[in-house]
């Protein structure tokens, strides 16, 4: 494969910055954008100077311009549909995180794509920095750590639907740190007990703050305390870390700089694709070489279940929360769900959720 052709779904604004990423590469083909406002993908394929062609229909698109695969840019709520739309057509999908609203449905994708035997990869875009892969390098030097925190405050007015959120933070925000925490222990995580509330200046309606301590296997604690209505002083968009290990403490400011008290200081230059660009790279390597990405679908079911989790024990006082109890009830709930006949008999021959789940750590 040396060009990928590709069908997006979704004009919106990240929409426009994924077009904007996939035009840039050398190894894509825009071949078609697919919105329910064919004006709108219209506007968005002239404004990066393209030629593909626009549908309100996804299958339209797929029997008109026969891509490689499908970049899934739509609403979270949307997500399923579209993605197991294209995977039982025959099409790999690169898809936007979070995977979908619900752990349930999220099952329900991971069982789509092992009945179809398509690639489903979930765009964990905060994950491809040259300096967190620096950073896990200096942390696993210092040998297993036991302590591992991220501290997060910024102070966006973004209006919209996150300020009528009940969980803006937890559910918008804290996915892209509970994944990066994933990768940087290189376990999976167990428990997690969970606050969450609203500082009284906050123009939120729901809760802007939460601080939640996850157990991981082989015993590691990963606490994340973070707000998204606190002025001044404010963090990098991925919040500043700190590592504890046996063999000393390694730090990351969530830029450039890595700190290893083994080390010294580093600041790492910035890689050759990043953000949604290091993720659209991981897929197309995929798709040529076979090989799993870090995002699979089922690699990515822990971070989601993180951010179920911490939402869970929040919403009920604090209480501890685990992570395994949780995925076998949505996995309950999975089945439960209307479904293609092949999804349902997939999910039904799992007889729990645990072969959906693959670990991440190592991705």
Known sequence: MSTV?????GAGSMGMAWLRTLTASPDVEVAGVVDLDVARAAEAVRSVGGAAEVSASLGDLLAATRPDAVVN??????HTEVSVEALFAGVPVLCEKPAAPTLAEALVQAA???ASGRLLMISQSRRYYAALAA?????AALGPPGLLTTGFYRAPRFGGFRAEMPQPLLVDMAIHAFDAARYLLGTEPVSVVCESWNPSWSWYRGDAAATATFRFDGGA?????GSWCADGLETSWNGEWRAAGAGGSATWDGEARVTSSVDGVTDVPPGASEQIA?????????LRTGAEPSGAIARNLGSLAMVAAAVRSAESGGVRVELADLLERAYRDALALPVRPEIRERLASWGTAAPARTPAGTG
């Open 135 to 139: 950073y896990r390098e200096r942390i």
């Open 221 to 225: 604690r990963y606490v994340y305390s």
């Open 5 to 9: 052709r590709i069908v997006q779904v």
């Open 73 to 78: 840019v739509t609403v979270p709520e949307a």
């Open 278 to 286: 290091g993720a659209l790279a991981e897929f197309v390597t995929a």
């Open 112 to 114: 789509a794509a092992q």
